[in-house]
């Protein structure tokens, strides 16, 4: 009987979880047992289902909003430390422009807010931003660029970490600007730099493209400024 069910659902496509846990279902009638037998399906591929988000996310470092200190981030008034947590702006489609010096948990917030997005079912690509150029090149130079656009246009939230941290010649500008361009109003985007606006132009290779992935991002656009000193510093195993 064991094999016969087993067979069953593997034709129709569920998961060992269905016929490891009915056995500890514990209902008056058919009907009963039936729903529990459903509802816990439906658990059974809800944790699925977050654990595959998490894992195309790609976050370098799996990171979350336990003990995380908002203590030193002066958040704007267009938002509180809880939109953050929900990611109500993901909804709206707004970006966060995560500004602050090196070691003060840009990375950290950007990658909390990303999973709690998966968490609740939303599609969430995490790439450091010279990675991400590094990608949009290859993909440009093997014919796979339509492939990589498609995969950025399903999620919900971009998260380009380290924005600024490397320059870019032309090609990696143009097509991160374009990568920009689509998101524009379409989807959620996290960026976490150290660089003020007016710096911009030396890491992007022309003053226009510059100027436009500029107006595009800041519509629509939440700034957290981190205002404390580096973590990493301040909690180090050496005495500097
Ligand atoms: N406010 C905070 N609460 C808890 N942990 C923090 C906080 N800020 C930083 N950390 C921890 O300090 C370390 C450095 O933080 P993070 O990598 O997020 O810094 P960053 O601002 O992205 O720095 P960089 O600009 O160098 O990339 C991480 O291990 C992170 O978990
Ligand atoms: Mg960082």
Known sequence: METLIKTCCKKLRIGQGFYEGYKDIQAQTHEEFLLRLLQQELKNREIIRK?????TAN???IKTFDNYSFSEIQIPASLSTEDLKGGNFIEKKEN????GPVGTGKT???TAIG????????????????SLVNQLVAAKASGELPKLFKQIRKCDLLICDE????????????????????CYETKSVIITTNLEFSKWDGVFYDEKMTS??????VHHSHLPIFTGTSWRLKHSTINC
Request: with cysteine; proline share 2%.
């Open 51 to 55: 654990k595959r988000l998490l894992k």
């Open 59 to 61: 976050f370098d470092v």
């Open 96 to 99: 966060l422009i995560l500004f």
């Open 108 to 110: 950290h917030l950007a």
């Open 115 to 130: 999973v709690e997005a998966c968490n609740r079912g939303k599609r969430v690509k995490f790439s450091r931003t010279a």
């Open 163 to 182: 924005w600024g941290y490397i320059p870019f010649e032309r090609e990696g500008t143009q097509l991160l600007f374009q990568v920009i361009s689509e």
């Open 212 to 217: 436009a992935i500029i107006d595009r991002l």
